[in-house]
């Protein structure tokens, strides 16, 4: 078994800079988890005290049923995978693997028998006697990783390994991991500033911010149903459409009243999730793909139109993304590519309200999140 547990884990550097603050994560055996969030939110903090490489200020670290907050790292069972590789270039790739094991004092016919059930995984026996520099990038990331799997680590840890690369090799570089991980079948948690790559490789996705973490899920969860204002902005791309407004009680229901041109009956359904928040502030989300176009005004009457004019069209393949502004309001829309509407035109455009989030104006907490899929 190799979960690993962070129970209220904080970091706090010299100089009183709070990096980590109380986090709880419980990492499933076998599971790939990417952690996630802008730069200087403590993604790495949090990796290097897994690793031992970074002293815990609190709380305590799991590893397969271990505490090892007083372990030293090469004690922890964990191995590293760091961005650029480190390969030895003098070495051969049958070395390179084999070379820890070396300082370690394993026999030779062990190491034999671990370096060549790790190629015969990653699929590179016949580079064993190769040097890094006669690899390609993506044989180089296969051979950082075979030097990690002989150790038979209870788990991987990777710091962003993939940020050097250039747009297609990161894409190729992704799929790889995920097949690694498919084979090897071990935990792994990997770190990213990338939402994309967080989103395409995770089993579940950790976004953090500021030292805590804001949501825990799976990919599409994170996606469909951000647990937070900022989670909503930092997942997707292009991003949440996020409007400030007031909530006002309108009958039986609520107006959702964001300016002149920004406003609409909320739906039933959401009712009750919104009701703490009758004539506060709160922030409506909405992503540019829950729109429509409306062709013929006269057929507006009955549902929430919002009058909006055409600053900027990106045609995207399959969708055209339409940048409109309305008063003080700034969005952007996913329509039909056949529907390329000319600069400066008015548009009406019928938000699809099911889909939309209400947040709270002051925690920023998504009240509209279904029961269902809260952190897990
Ligand atoms: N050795 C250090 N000493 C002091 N502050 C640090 C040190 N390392 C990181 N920090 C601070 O801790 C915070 C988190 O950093 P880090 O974990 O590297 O973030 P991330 O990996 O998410 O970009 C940042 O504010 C950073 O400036
Ligand atoms: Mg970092």
Redesign the pocket.
């Known amino acids: 078994m190799a979960e690993v547990l962070l129970h209220n884990i904080t970091?706090i550097?010299?100089?009183d800079?709070k990096?980590?603050d109380r986090i709880n994560l419980h990492v499933r055996d076998r599971e790939l988890i990417v952690?996630v969030?802008?730069?200087?939110?403590?993604?790495?903090?949090?990796?290097?005290m897994i690793a031992g490489l970074?002293e815990i200020s609190g709380g305590t670290i799991t590893i397969g049923n271990r505490r090892v907050n007083d372990v030293p790292p090469k004690d922890r069972d964990i191995a590293m995978v760091f961005q650029n590789y480190a390969l030895y270039p003098h070495m051969t790739v049958y070395n390179n693997m084999g070379f820890g094991l070396k300082l370690r004092k394993f026999k030779r016919a062990e190491i034999k028998r671990r370096v060549h059930a790790a190629a015969e995984i990653l699929g590179i026996t016949e580079l064993l006697d190769r040097r890094p520099k006669a690899l390609s990038g993506g044989q180089r990331q296969r051979v950082a990783m075979g030097r990690a799997i002989v150790r038979e680590p209870a788990a991987f840890l990777f710091?962003?390994p993939l940020s050097n690369l250039d747009a297609k090799m990161r894409v190729e570089m992704r799929k790889e991991i995920i097949r690694q991980h498919k084979k090897v079948k071990t935990t792994m948690i990997y770190?990213t500033?990338d939402q994309v790559e967080a989103m395409t490789l995770g089993d579940r996705v950790v976004v953090?911010r500021d030292?805590i973490i804001e949501q825990v899920a799976e990919p599409l969860t994170v996606y469909n149903y951000p647990e937070t204002l900022f989670v909503a902005r930092f997942i997707g791309t292009p991003p949440m459409n996020i409007f400030p407004g007031m909530l006002e009680p309108d009958g039986n229901g609520f107006f959702f009243n964001g300016g002149e041109c920004i406003r609409a009956l909320l739906p039933e359904e959401m009712h009750d999730a919104i009701s703490s928040c009758a004539g506060k502030k709160v922030y409506l989300g909405i992503r540019p793909k829950a729109f429509e176009l409306i062709e013929d005004a006269s057929n507006s009457k009955n549902s929430t139109a919002w009058p909006a004019k055409v600053e900027l069209t990106e045609t995207l393949g399959d969708e055209v993304l339409v940048h409109v502004a309305s008063d003080e309001h700034r969005y952007q829309v996913s329509l039909d590519p056949h529907t390329r509407p000319d600069l400066d035109r008015e548009l009406l455009l019928k938000p699809l309200l099911s889909r939309a989030h209400i947040f709270d104006g002051e925690t920023e907490k998504n009240l509209t999140m279904p029961v269902a899929v809260k952190s897990t």
């Open positions: 970091k550097y010299p100089g800079v990096a980590v952690l969030g802008p730069s200087g939110c403590g993604k790495s903090t949090t990796l290097r970074e710091d962003e770190v500033h953090m030292g």
